[in-house]
């Protein structure tokens, strides 16, 4: 069975914190995705990788920095946590292309108090 | 730009139909359908690819028109399982995918 697993599924951090959200999947998939899910504004992307070490900017990437080292594994950074970053965090992979379906996390709830 | 989805939400009681649209400002080479039922995460249900190849679940019907950037999910003799939130993802044939707003179902008994 597919999978995509995230580190969290509920995290509250401090303003200014550093925060790191993991996201592993064991479907061999080259496309990464992290989204943010607000109501109302639906799924937004925020950063997506292709391939290891290589990434590219989605439509909200303004507080957020990623990492991925390793196929499998692919990293959200809040470098400086912010209350307006409270918010779903849902990761996805999939194979190159868009004939391939997305496969989804089971979401990390971030709070910043 | 997001895809514009109508409508925003529906009602509806089991057995009744419904139909999801979506509509993007960019040339598609194909369009994603996936369901969030709440406090899960996005399932998919069908890719519809420019030039008429479908991939999805048998139960699920859908259109793409690729002159007008649109696509429909048609949902036929609704079930309770089928409410949740739908979303279409077009696509441009590059890595991105530009989800949409949502659309909210409820199937009430």
């Known amino acids: 069975d597919v999978k995509v697993t995230q580190s969290s599924r509920y995290l509250v951090k401090r303003t200014g914190e550093k925060v790191f959200l993991e996201c592993v999947q064991d479907?061999?998939?080259?496309?990464m995705f992290w989204y943010r899910q607000d109501p109302g504004l639906g799924l937004r992307l925020i950063y997506f990788?292709?391939?290891?070490?290589?990434?590219e900017k989605g439509d909200i990437p303004e507080g957020y920095s990623v990492s991925r080292e390793k196929k499998e594994r692919f990293s959200l950074i809040l470098e400086s946590a912010s209350t307006n970053q409270t918010s779903m965090y849902l990761c996805?992979?999939?194979?190159?292309?868009?004939?391939?379906?997305?496969?989804f996390g089971p979401g990390t709830r971030l709070t910043v108090t | 730009q997001q895809p514009v989805q109508s409508p925003q939400a529906v009602i509806l009681r089991e057995g009744e139909d419904a139909v999801i649209n979506c509509s993007s400002s960019?040339?598609?080479?194909?369009v994603h359908w996936y369901r969030q039922k709440h406090g899960e995460a996005p399932v998919f249900l069908m890719i519809?690819?420019?030039?008429?190849e479908q991939k999805g679940h048998e139960k699920i019907s859908a259109s793409f028109n690729e002159k007008k950037q649109q696509s429909s999910l048609y949902l036929t003799a609704s079930q309770l399982s089928y409410s949740g939130t739908y979303f279409c993802?077009?696509?441009?044939?590059?890595?991105?995918?530009?989800f949409g707003t949502g659309t909210r179902l409820k199937v009430l008994a």
């Open positions: 519809l690819l420019k030039g008429g």
């Open positions: 990788s292709y391939d290891v070490k290589m990434k």
């Open positions: 960019k040339a598609l080479y194909s």
């Open positions: 996805a992979s999939s194979f190159p292309g868009g004939a391939y379906e997305q496969y």
């Open positions: 993802g077009p696509t441009s044939g590059t890595y991105k995918y530009i």
């Open positions: 479907m061999d998939h080259e496309n």
